[in-house]
């Protein structure tokens, strides 16, 4: 490697704490709307442990709540996460014990949104879709997310995003090509286009024209971002929090709307066993190409398929991939990511907040273990304890 952090556990006022010979740090934020309650938990317990990113990449919820921590310095991002502003309904003053009454009241309050759609973020259309002429701009989606729009020039500095002052990305989909895309402040001027394509969810939300050509929600093809950084050969050594908000594991369904839950987990949650799967199985391989070109006699180091063979053999990262995964609350719908109630994201950021808290508590958790192949992953499973293990892989 070209350059490296310093060998240092030390925290600093710039970089916060960081594992040894840790180059970067990234947050990669799924999307799962009300859901993301549990991402700003997560942020705020690395931000009580002077953990702080050097990356955020997000789609959907995970996208906005990325460029408010990615649009805000340390010191004030707690404070704008906690703004009240989508979250100002307050559906009953009180609810008594019990799943059953709190499943009375997160339906109650989906059904609000449903109808009256949810401030600061979006609000229905005067004239329903199925009855707009074709063309016209009610005739694509069931809201309007001029509110968002509003609620993002509030709480985000887009100078402060692309000051690049931190590595930040958003994932859309191109409407007429289906092609994936990510909006990065590396070679993009983000605005607030940029997060709200990646929050278009149809048919509930309109895409959004960024340039010339329209965009939607990035899950539809992939609600984890976790690719693009996996993309980049910049050989740094990462320290990964991929935060999910789906569960792919559950349970039985035992009635149609735990069938509709179910469905949308699956459907939604991330790929990420596969894709660090994939990576360890390509740093392996480098490793092997390395130790093959080695072998060979200086007579075929200007053979062409030498050259070609030679930066792959050259390039080495190491990643740690520590995922967490937001488990399923007893008295969640499958209307659970637009059930934006105050008690219910209150419960969804206290998960988030505990789950971080309970494993930075032990650093060692994050310190260096050496390790055969470039990539280390771990995932943690429904049946341990901690939502969240890690084991990690950086070089000397």
Known sequence: MDARSPNLEQPSAARGWRPQRCDRIALVLQGGGALGAYQAGVYQALHEARIEPDWVCGVSIGAINSAIIAGNPPERRLERLHRDRITSRKIWHYTPDGDIFRKARNFISSFMTTTLGQPGFFAPHPTSPWLSPAGARTATSYYDTAPLRASLLELVDFDRINDKKIRFAVGAVNVLSGNFIYFDNAHDEIVPEHVMASGALPPALPMVKVGTDHFWDGGIVSNTPLQHLLD????????????????????????????????????????????????????????????????????????????????????????????????????STNSKDFEFSRTTVRQLWEAGLEDVRRTVSHRARLKHRNSSTGCGCSISPPEQGDRIVTENDYPA
């Open 232 to 331: 980049q050969e910049d050989n740094l050594n990462s320290l990964v929090f991929q935060v999910d908000l789906f569960s792919a594991r559950g349970d039985l369904p035992k009635n149609l709307d735990e069938v509709l839950e179910r469905s949308k987990d699956i459907q939604y949650s991330s790929k990420t066993r596969l894709n660090t799967k994939q990576v360890q199985e390509l740093e392996s391989l480098r490793l092997a190409v390395g130790r093959l070109l080695r072998k060979l006699p200086a007579s075929l180091h200007h053979d062409p398929d030498y050259k070609l063979l030679q930066p792959l053999a050259e390039y080495k990262r190491h990643l740690t991939i520590a995922h967490l995964i937001n488990r399923r609350l007893a008295s």
